[in-house]
T-cell receptor
Framework: GIQVEQSPPDLILQEGANSTLRCNFSDSVNNLQWFHQNPWGQLINLFYIPSGTKQNGRLSATTVATERYSLLYISSSQTTDSGVYFCAVATGANNLFFGTGTRLTVIP | NAGVTQTPKFRVLKTGQSMTLLCAQDMNHEYMYWYRQDPGMGLRLIHYSVGEGTTAKGEVPDGYNVSRLKKQNFLLGLESAAPSQTSVYFC??????????FGPGTRLLVL
């Protein structure tokens, strides 16, 4: 299957700081999603972004499909942003392959 | 509109017991999926379905069976549970190629 690498694996931020999370993938994709898994284990859809740029409040994402990477930007981080951020990609039948995630801790 | 729901939320099994996990979606999605998440890892696809009456194997299908008798439901069965199947199980659905929407998960402990 397709390989998905996320960096950094862990990130600790002071509240109010900005951050960039990266996702590299090994093949062409027709689906790329970013998720936030909160401390209760719930998976929250952030973006469906196989290409281009999207913004939603303090979060934005950019996928450069030709170079096989995606970036998730978090601005003015809040403690509620803590959790694990997953990138997942799919080819063909929309079966998602997940990276191992970036664990974000936001300190007050 | 409940989205994707999963039953049960938590279950404890003894080795060798069987059980069925139920996933239901009310978004009229064609595609449905079952994933498992082990500690410290991302999700891995077990089985999926691209329409009522169809099923296919994913990345880690061994030890599981599935059925999609109704469009809105996708069942995951464990015939003889093993400790290695201790995990959190997530169901998801989508129209086709596009955003997958995930349920809240089922925590399974096999002793």
């Amino acid at each position: 299957g397709i390989q998905v690498e996320q960096s950094p694996p862990d990130l600790i931020l002071q509240e109010g700081a900005n951050s960039t999370l990266r996702c590299n993938f090994s093949d062409s994709v027709n689906n790329l999603q970013w998720f936030h898994q909160n401390p209760w284990g719930q998976l929250i859809n952030l973006f469906y972004i196989p290409s281009g740029t999207k913004q939603n409040g303090r979060l934005s994402a950019t996928t450069v499909a030709t170079e096989r990477y995606s970036l998730l930007y978090i601005s003015s981080s809040q403690t509620t942003d803590s959790g694990v951020y997953f990138c997942a990609v799919a080819t063909g039948a929309n079966n998602l392959f997940f990276g191992t995630g970036t664990r974000l801790t936001v300190i007050p | 509109n409940a989205g994707v729901t999963q039953t049960p939320k938590f279950r404890v099994l003894k080795t060798g017991q069987s059980m069925t996990l139920l996933c239901a979606q009310d978004m009229n999605h064609e595609y449905m999926y079952w994933y498992r998440q082990d500690p410290g890892m991302g999700l891995r696809l077990i089985h999926y379905s691209v329409g009522e009456g169809t099923t296919a194997k994913g990345e880690v299908p061994d030890g599981y069976n599935v059925s999609r008798l109704k469009k809105q439901n996708f069942l995951l069965g464990l015939e003889s549970a093993a400790p290695s199947q201790t995990s959190v199980y997530f169901c998801a659905s989508s129209y086709s190629i596009g955003t997958q929407y995930f349920g809240p998960g089922t925590r399974l402990l096999v002793l």
